[in-house]
């Protein structure tokens, strides 16, 4: 058994507490937008005095990063979720790209906030790329997605290369972001739409 150095301990408390003020921004800034948050309403959400909150973050400005930085390692992160080889790779990606969904119905409001125009002074970049580029945003997204095609996926089962395949994918799943009228029957029946247009197009 590991034992925790109250340097870890502390460490640890330190992440917890920054965590739940994230969350807490999350809130203030779907709500209030990015512009008119400030760092008083921030600190209010978050439980803390505005001047205590300069011990985990220095601005509303790193705030509102850490925030973007939270949602993308979020996103990221179901990319590295089990997967069932069992199951054909539609299944597969069914269940990939459906939890990604739900992940982004969960947070819908700072998705907005971060992806829309509301707020085009916020920071949204990630690696040196904005987050409101379509184009970077399809990116970073076939780069995760070719890497789990990669891991998950046998030859036989693609007839392209997985950044090709990943690349295609990722705009069927971009294309459909911006259509909420698709949505109405879940996530599951969402993710199943995405993957059958992706693997077998539009002709029967």
């Given at each position: 058994?590991?034992?925790?150095t109250p340097a870890?301990?502390?460490?640890?408390?330190?992440?917890?507490?920054?965590?739940?003020?994230?969350?807490?921004?999350?809130?203030?800034?779907?709500?209030?937008?990015?512009?008119?948050?400030?760092?008083?309403?921030?600190?209010?959400?978050?439980?803390?005095?505005?001047?205590?909150?300069?011990?985990?973050?220095?601005?509303?400005?790193?705030?509102?990063?850490?925030?973007?930085?939270?949602?993308?390692?979020?996103?990221?992160?179901?990319?590295?979720?089990?997967?069932?080889?069992?199951?054909?790779?539609?299944?597969?990606?069914?269940?990939?790209?459906?939890?990604?969904?739900?992940?982004?119905?969960?947070?819908?409001?700072?998705?907005?906030?971060?992806?829309?125009?509301?707020?085009?002074?916020?920071?949204?970049?990630?690696?040196?790329?904005?987050?409101?580029?379509?184009?970077?945003?399809?990116?970073?997204?076939?780069?995760?997605?070719?890497?789990?095609?990669?891991?998950?996926?046998?030859?036989?089962?693609?007839?392209?290369?997985?950044?090709?395949?990943?690349?295609?994918?990722?705009?069927?799943?971009?294309?459909?972001?911006?259509?909420?009228?698709?949505?109405?029957?879940?996530?599951?029946?969402?993710a199943r739409l995405v993957v059958?247009?992706?693997?077998?197009?539009?002709?029967?």
């Amino acid at each position: 058994m590991a034992i925790r150095t109250p340097a870890v301990r502390r460490e640890r408390a330190r992440e917890h507490a920054r965590h739940d003020i994230l969350e807490a921004a999350a809130q203030v800034f779907a709500r209030k937008g990015y512009t008119a948050a400030t760092l008083a309403d921030l600190a209010l959400a978050a439980g803390y005095a505005a001047p205590s909150l300069y011990r985990y973050f220095g601005s509303k400005e790193e705030i509102f990063r850490s925030l973007v930085e939270l949602l993308v390692a979020e996103m990221s992160a179901t990319f590295d979720e089990p997967v069932d080889r069992s199951r054909s790779l539609a299944e597969r990606l069914e269940t990939l790209l459906a939890s990604q969904r739900s992940l982004a119905a969960s947070r819908q409001e700072i998705f907005d906030l971060v992806l829309g125009n509301a707020a085009p002074d916020a920071p949204c970049s990630v690696q040196g790329r904005s987050l409101r580029d379509p184009g970077a945003g399809i990116a970073i997204y076939a780069e995760n997605l070719a890497a789990w095609l990669a891991r998950n996926a046998s030859r036989r089962e693609l007839r392209q290369a997985p950044e090709v395949a990943a690349r295609a994918i990722a705009g069927v799943v971009f294309a459909f972001h911006h259509h909420p009228e698709t949505d109405g029957a879940g996530a599951a029946d969402r993710a199943r739409l995405v993957v059958d247009l992706a693997l077998h197009g539009v002709s029967p």
